[in-house]
Each structure stands twice: as structure tokens, then as C-alpha cells.
């Protein structure tokens, strides 16, 4: 089993910048695929952005492309979302995800172990 731990959440106004936390920790015996994933109130979880094993590829959804970073580092076991430009429409709560498997995904179903997720609030 593996646990994923999600930090760094918080209120910052539009314009600010955060950085997410996520450490994977627990028994593991395979490479496993990160991402990140948001759900705001009355919506649907929806990807954010996903890193791959080694972290040579990274993907992002269309809304946050050139404001948000993902990157890891396998040695801390932990993966990192560095957040900026934010705007009131990135108001979510995040959840970290790991997905066994070399490569990125950024189907919901595709992953296996969801931390409990941290509030990022945008004020305008």
C-alpha cells in the first residue's frame, strides 16, 4: 500500500504564487506516475497536471499550461506543484495521485493511491 500526503495549501490572492507538496511513502516495488488533480464545489475532479517516473515528461491540462510546474524528486519521494499567476477560478481543493507506471496519465480512473487533498483558496 502506498500513502500519498498532499501540503502546502492555503489563501493568497490573485496573482500570488504557491507551491504544493505531495510525498508518496509505503511499501513500494514499481515506478510509479504522479499527478495532480483539483475539485471545486459542485464540480467534477479534473486534472491538473501529471509527471512521469523519471520526470523527462510532463503534461498539463489547457487551463493552467504556463502557470503551473510539476516536477519530483525521487529521492524525497515527494513531487512538487509550483503554482503561479493564480486566479479565483484555481479555487479548489488539490489532490496528489500516484499511478503505477512509467509514463504519465490523466485519467482519474488511472490512478491508484489519492491523498486526502489540500484547500487552495485565490481571493480576488
Known amino acids: 500500500q502506498v500513502q500519498v500526503v498532499e501540503s502546502g495549501g492555503g489563501l493568497v490572492q490573485a496573482g500570488g504564487s504557491l507551491r504544493l507538496s505531495c510525498v508518496a511513502s509505503g511499501r513500494r516495488s514499481s515506478s510509479y506516475s504522479m499527478g495532480w488533480f483539483r475539485q471545486a464545489p459542485g464540480k467534477e475532479r479534473e486534472f491538473v497536471a501529471a509527471?512521469?517516473?523519471?520526470?523527462?515528461?510532463?503534461y498539463y491540462s489547457a487551463s493552467v499550461k504556463g502557470r503551473f510546474t510539476i516536477s519530483r524528486d525521487n529521492a524525497k519521494n515527494t513531487v512538487y506543484l509550483q503554482m503561479s499567476s493564480l486566479k479565483p477560478e484555481d479555487t479548489a481543493v488539490y489532490y496528489c495521485?500516484?499511478?503505477?507506471?512509467?509514463?504519465?496519465?490523466?485519467?482519474?480512473?488511472?490512478?491508484?493511491?489519492w491523498g486526502q487533498g489540500t484547500q487552495v483558496t485565490v481571493s480576488s
Open positions: 509527471i512521469s517516473w523519471r520526470g523527462a515528461t510532463t
Open positions: 495521485a500516484a499511478a503505477e507506471g512509467e509514463y504519465y496519465y490523466i485519467g482519474v480512473d488511472e490512478y491508484d493511491y
